[in-house]
């Protein structure tokens, strides 16, 4: 089964790969280093947000690393850009209703 990208992030352990190797690729054994759990079981995690092209493997020596697929986040960005003009416009008028109770009570 094909996942899509947002089915991939929707799961915390794989929201705080993202994070960890947003900063430096790292290997499994590394990544599992930072969570409760096993190392096979972010192996899974890893196999899922690869499989979403989200993430990048490179193998140097006997070690895998992995690396976040920047392009890849772009499409979550571009997807969020839609309702983040909606708050913006929400906020803006929220300020304008403020200034405007502000100027009443002066």
């Not at 899509?4 to 599992?32: C, E, G, H, K, Y």
């Not at 899974?44 to 890849?72: F, N, S």
Request: with cysteine; net charge positive; aromatic share 8%.
């Amino acid at each position: 089964m094909r996942r899509d990208i947002f089915q991939a992030i929707a799961d915390p352990t794989r929201r705080a790969i993202l994070v960890l190797i947003s900063a430096q690729a790292m290997t499994p054994n590394a990544l599992a280093e930072h969570f409760d759990t096993t190392r096979q079981a972010v192996s899974k995690h890893l196999k899922i947000l690869a499989e979403c092209d989200i993430i990048k493997q490179e193998q140097k020596g006997r070690e895998i690393y992995y690396q976040l697929e920047i392009d890849k986040m772009k499409e979550i960005d571009k997807w969020l850009g839609q309702f983040r003009k909606i708050w913006e416009s929400r906020f803006s008028q929220l300020d304008d209703v403020l200034a405007k109770l502000k100027n009443n009570k002066s």
